[in-house]
């Protein structure tokens, strides 16, 4: 292949020749990395005609058809009523349609073809106030770290519903939660909400019991298995998540109430609940069944591009044939979905009645593990083969490789964007909303080769007209909000495009910062955004104000200027926050203790709530004062990643005087006219 072919193929499969870094510096894409890519985004045979095409509302409704003539067209609403006429092609042979009004997914017939029509509204949905004059508030939480008696050790919806209600009225609009995606059953430790093995179907682990199975039964089920009682009260009092442990004990008493309580009669609402869940959920279930019946063969029980051939696609006879001799235990694995959805409507239930104007934000991540059962059941419709990440910036200047894979763009359109439609669909069943995990995404992604480093690929286009579309009608037909993390390197006019869709980024005060690299007064913050102390992936307040934040110092002399910089950064921090402090406060520094970094968490609770910044969400660990963050990116020896649980029951939040003085603290800022 020469260059000029190479690169006519990398540009029709979206693929960038040239790209520019976080510092302004153009690279050329290594053609190697081009020919690897290339293998991988190639697709099958493409469809003659769009199975679907997405336009806004009033938009000019264009159809590609190769046909010469006029045509007569059909247009069915989804409301059953149609519209129908003759058309003909303009000099570029492309059927012009009369603009549809009504949002929805709607279908066209012409020249012997069914299009689909998804109408969009011009933005995703509003965010929702309790008071006209006031401005949101909420808390981000991670769902597995929240504790409460006997939980076996890790959090779950219940607890989420638990701390729903109490937050709800207390003043909060909004809780937004850590991914709830299935993960790998057989291998608990890998705990990553972020790595999802499916980003349609749900952790079981997360499931809350009561929503299926009254106390009683639950207690005398552990009072049946004495052998129980020691490993739960150890894994319920642990500071740390014992993944491996505590999800084995929890697959356990899950079986139990399976065999003895579902399987003899499953519930009704359980068989529709499967009934709708349809070819996906059946296929995720005997993928799970799979991989417990492959377990003993080591490495190869997980990973399904290891199994045998004949187990390798959903299609088979084999699959069929198992899927036939192992009913009980796929059984098993569509009960837990039916368990872990149940939890899910309940928790957002429970959050609308205790007041929240907007309820449960879910999470949804950027790319999925290539060795789950997503990929499993549509190969086509993923990069396997290719891993995303991001290029070289300030904040990893050696990029970063997130060992997941995405969607292929050819395939998204030849299949009418099924499996993002269903991605986002799984995300609005929260009921309020969605974070889009780098929700660049949506325009461009960073590619690179298997095996590749992190700096050693290109950015993929993403066909960002439809799925901005999909993504406002979805969210508008959920009634959800979007909110797009944003951080990183973003595109330029990227945060301008967004605010146009009403999507919320990301102001997080460790960035939101001056040209001088001075900490932005909360007045000047952009309203386009919704305001954070921190996120997961970054320190907490009390940790930075501690300099706790840096596990990785490797000497006295590194560790002397750190702190030399850190002194100075204080300074800084403080004196932004000094200057949204009440006047009859001590304004002098804090110290670099406890009780000084407790106040620095009030006042930066204060200044952030005090933004023009429509939504405001506090995470958990700085409602608790906590100094560890939940995730250090990229270490995974020194901290312990995804392993925190909060030191305080869900139940007790409100007899704790701090965290009742930070709710005080929202509510009065937050919500006075």
Same mark, same amino acid.
Not at 155 to 164: F, M
Not at 297 to 312: M, S, T, V
Not at 428 to 433: D, Y
């Given at each position: ?51 679907? &095409? ?47 009004? %009504?949002? +929805? ?8 073809? =069914? ?85 349609? @179907? ?12 009254? %106390?009683?039964?639950?207690?005398? /089920? ?28 929890? @697959? ?6 399976? =065999? ?27 993928? =799970? ?18 199994? =045998? ?22 059984? @098993? ?21 205790? +007041? ?13 593990d290539p060795s789950g059962a997503e990929c499993w059941a549509q190969q086509d419709g993923f ?18 490789? *997130? ?24 995300? @609005? ?13 949506? $325009? ?11 700096? $050693? ?7 960002? %007209? ?7 009608? $979805? ?24 605010? $146009?869709?009403?999507? *919320? ?35 907490? &307040? ?58 620095? &968490? ?45 030191? /305080? ?25």
């Open positions: 292949m020469t260059k000029r072919d190479l690169h006519q193929a990398a540009k029709k499969a979206g693929l960038a020749i040239s790209w520019q870094d976080a510092f302004g510096k153009t690279h050329r894409t290594d053609p190697d990395v081009l020919k690897a890519l290339l293998q991988t985004c190639s697709f099958g045979e493409e469809k003659k005609y769009p199975t679907l &095409v997405s336009v806004k509302v009033g938009e000019s409704i264009c159809l590609p058809i190769n046909n010469k003539g006029s045509e007569s067209f059909l247009l069915k609403h989804e409301d059953n009523t149609q519209t129908e006429g003759k058309i003909s092609p303009n000099k570029d042979g492309v059927f012009q349609l009369p603009p549809c009004h %009504k949002p +929805g997914y709607h279908k066209v017939e012409i020249a012997g073809t =069914e299009v689909t029509l998804a109408v969009a509204p011009e933005t995703c949905a509003a965010l929702k106030f309790r008071d006209e004059g006031s401005r949101a508030w909420g808390l981000t939480v991670q769902i597995p770290a929240l504790r409460q008696s006997n939980d076996t050790g890790i959090g779950h919806l219940g607890s989420v519903a638990k701390l729903a209600k109490i937050a709800g009225q207390e003043g909060a609009d909004a809780l937004m939660m850590s991914p709830l995606h299935a993960l790998c059953p057989l291998r608990p430790e890998r705990c990553s909400p972020y790595s999802p093995s499916s980003r349609r @179907f749900l952790n079981p682990l997360l499931a809350d019991l009561r929503t299926c199975f009254p %106390k009683q039964l639950i207690h005398t /089920v552990y009072r049946q298995h004495p052998e129980w009682a020691a490993q739960i009260t150890e894994r319920t009092a642990e500071k740390l998540i014992n993944w491996k442990a505590a999800g084995t004990l929890r @697959f356990q008493v899950l079986r139990v109430l399976y =065999e003895k309580h579902i399987r003899p009669s499953p519930p009704q609402e359980m068989l529709s609940f499967i009934q709708q869940g349809g070819n996906a959920l059946k296929n995720h279930a005997i993928f =799970e069944a799979l991989q417990v019946s492959l377990k003993t063969r080591g490495p190869r029980g997980d990973n399904w591009r290891l199994w =045998e051939a004949p187990f390798k696609k959903p299609t088979t006879p084999e699959i069929a044939r198992f899927a036939h001799l192992h009913q009980e235990e796929v059984g @098993f694995w569509l009960f837990l979905q039916w368990l872990a959805a149940k939890s899910l409507k309940y928790a957002a239930s429970t959050a609308h009645d205790a +007041g929240m104007s907007i309820g449960l934000i879910a999470d949804i991540a950027v790319g999925l990069l396997i083969g290719a891993s995303i990440g991001a290029p070289p910036d300030q904040l990893a200047p050696k990029g970063q490789n *997130w060992g997941l894979t995405t969607f292929s763009p050819q395939a998204l359109q030849q299949t009418g964007y099924e499996a993002f439609i269903a991605m986002l669909r799984a995300g @609005f069943a929260a009921g309020g909303g969605i974070r889009f995990d780098h929700v660049m995404g949506l $325009e461009r992604i960073w590619l690179i080769p298997d095996g590749g480093n992190s700096n $050693e690929g290109t950015y993929l286009t993403m066909p960002q %007209k439809d799925l901005k579309n999909l993504l406002a009608l $979805e969210s508008a037909r959920a009634g959800g909000i979007v909110i797009g993390e944003d951080l990183g390197t973003v595109p330029k006019g990227f945060r301008s495009r967004m605010a $146009e869709k009403k999507i *919320w980024g990301m102001n997080v005060m460790w960035f939101t910062k001056t040209a001088l690299n001075q900490f932005l007064p909360p007045a000047a913050w952009p309203p386009t955004g919704v305001a954070m102390t921190t996120t997961h992936d970054l320190p907490t &307040v009390a940790g930075w104000w501690l300099q706790m934040d840096n596990p990785a110092q490797e000497n006295s002399s590194e560790e002397h200027q750190e702190e030399s910089d850190r002194q100075g950064e204080r300074k800084a921090l403080w004196t932004m926050l000094r200057d949204n402090t009440a006047e009859n406060q001590d304004l002098s520094l804090p110290p670099v203790n406890a009780d000084g970094a407790a106040t620095v &968490v009030d006042a930066a609770i204060h200044a952030v709530a005090s933004t023009p910044c429509p939504l405001m969400l506090l995470p958990m660990e700085d409602l608790l004062g906590l100094t560890d963050q939940p995730n250090v990116p990229g270490d995974q020896k020194l901290h312990p990643n995804w392993r925190n649980r909060y030191p /305080v029951t869900v139940k007790n939040l409100r007899q704790n005087q701090d965290i009742s003085r930070r709710f005080s603290i929202m509510n009065t800022t937050r919500h006075k006219k």
